[in-house]
């Protein structure tokens, strides 16, 4: 791959109560799930398994409770300090933050019919809320900052465009990336993209 950037393990925040009921979050939050905890728990394992007693590995998370209450969970066998920055956060949705898809749906049939036909990239048009080249120059920022490997907590649109940008991949290779919770992203130079699972 001969990427510029270090080595990062990507993680989304596990399951929030918004999540289960379908609402877009943004930059509001809401509470992990006692299934977010336990996905938050299992990538503890993963995340041993994966880097053992390395200290190489910086811990960064969105300052976002639910990204960061999962950053807590996944590394407190470390003994790591986890280093939040707002670059991290996820997309700004403007007026769909709080709204379910119904609601989107008969505020702005339009967009909703954009989303039945992409399921990412329409969250860039949200009205008042962030594009992807917003994101696009947040993650880049971030990225360049970098020094040594990461484990980085943040959230679904976020890590996407995240991970496109440390791949070099356009809007449409972006859209190929998988997604998910209770998951890590490892993305190494010379190894590329890869799913690690429980």
Do not use: C
């Amino acid at each position: 791959m001969g990427s510029i950037y270090p080595e990062i393990f990507v993680i989304r925040h596990g399951q929030t109560v918004w999540n289960a009921a379908g609402r877009h979050q943004g930059r509001l939050d809401s509470p992990l799930t006692a299934k977010g905890r336990r996905q938050a728990i299992a990538m503890a394992g993963m995340l041993r398994r994966e880097i053992g007693d390395r200290t190489d590995v910086t811990v960064f998370s969105s300052p976002q409770g639910r990204s960061l209450n999962t950053a807590r969970i996944a590394t407190a066998w470390t003994g790591a300090s986890i280093v939040q920055d707002a670059r991290l956060a996820e997309i700004a949705f403007g007026a769909w933050e709080g709204k379910t898809m119904a609601q989107v749906r008969a505020g702005w049939p339009t967009l909703a019919t954009l989303a039945e036909q992409d399921m990412v990239s329409w969250h860039f048009n949200a009205p008042g809320g962030e594009t992807l080249l917003d994101l696009e120059a947040r993650t880049e920022s971030f990225l360049h900052t970098l020094e040594t490997p990461a484990v980085i907590f943040t959230h679904g649109i976020l890590s996407r465009v995240l991970r496109a940008r440390w791949l070099g991949v356009d809007e449409d290779g972006m859209m190929d990336l998988p997604g998910g919770q209770g998951i890590i992203f490892h993305l190494h130079p010379d190894l590329g993209h890869r799913v690690i699972e429980k």
